[in-house]
């Protein structure tokens, strides 16, 4: 009777230690706000099938409006932004650490 009660806290010590799970092998299942319009590129519509799917299509922000939010997601750019605006507030606190803009009429698809 020993020996068994010994063989099953045995059992029971390689189980918990063969099915640990740590947190780091767990890919995150969600991405923060600020990154989830980064994943979606904008799709070019078709021009006979516009009008069917209108309602049903995501709303394309504009560069301007992402960087407003991301402006409003640090709070040292948002205080500035309430007293010289967004544009001037994402230009002091981001475009240092993001890439060099393009020029306007090189579009990308």
Do not use: W
């Amino acid at each position: 009777m020993r020996s068994l009660l010994q063989f099953l806290a045995l059992c029971a010590v390689v189980a918990l230690c063969a099915c640990y799970v740590t947190s780091s092998l767990v890919p995150d299942m969600f991405v923060p706000p600020d990154r989830a319009n980064s994943f979606f590129t904008p799709q070019r519509s078709n021009v006979y099938g516009q009008f069917n799917r209108y309602p049903f299509m995501r709303k394309i922000k504009s560069p301007a409006e992402r960087h407003a939010e991301t402006c409003e997601d640090y709070s040292p750019c948002r205080s500035y932004a309430y007293r010289f605006g967004y544009q001037q507030a994402y230009q002091k606190y981001f475009t240092s650490r993001s890439q060099p803009q393009r020029p306007a009429a090189v579009r990308r698809y």
